[in-house]
């Protein structure tokens, strides 16, 4: 899980804001290191412009973390698409395997901000745990 703050507001982290979207920026940590290297991945958790929040904000901040270190062992992880998905073979270049690709044609959403295949990202995967 990551766990980290950041000098802006959490608007300017949407797909049109200053920043760009927050999944597309968590994607390659969470999927690319966290993920690959075998690790369940818990949603992350951000904390938004704490330097520009009033103390009270900052404090329900430390609380809200306090309160969810007490049940990360009961969090559902993130969801990644998994290799069941992907002809794992060098003669099928580790690609999606056709029926996986015929399935999605119709989903509103790719499978994950990595797999996006030409669709809108799914909404906050990175950010929020299917379910």
């Known amino acids: 899980m990551l766990s980290f ?12 804001g200053l920043n760009g979207d927050i999944n597309v920026t968590l994607w390659p940590l969470q999927n690319g290191v966290l993920h690959f290297c075998g690790f369940q991945v818990l949603a ?24 969810r ?6 969090e559902r992880p993130l969801t990644f698409a998994p290799c069941e ?27 994950t901000t990595g797999h996006h295949l030409g669709k809108p990202l799914p909404p906050d995967n ?5 379910g």
């Not at 990175?126 to 299917?130: G, H, M, V």
């Open 44 to 67: 992350p958790q951000v904390f938004w412009c704490p330097g520009h929040s009033p103390p009270a904000n900052r404090t329900a901040m430390l609380d809200g973390w306090r309160a």
């Open 69 to 74: 270190l007490k049940t990360l062992l009961v």
């Open 126 to 130: 990175q950010l929020k745990a299917e």
């Open 85 to 111: 998905l992907f002809d794992l073979t060098f003669p099928g270049g580790f690609m999606l395997r056709p029926e996986v690709r015929e399935e999605q044609r119709t989903r509103p959403h790719g499978i």
């Open 5 to 16: 703050s950041t000098g802006s507001m959490q608007t300017m982290y949407r797909p049109d």
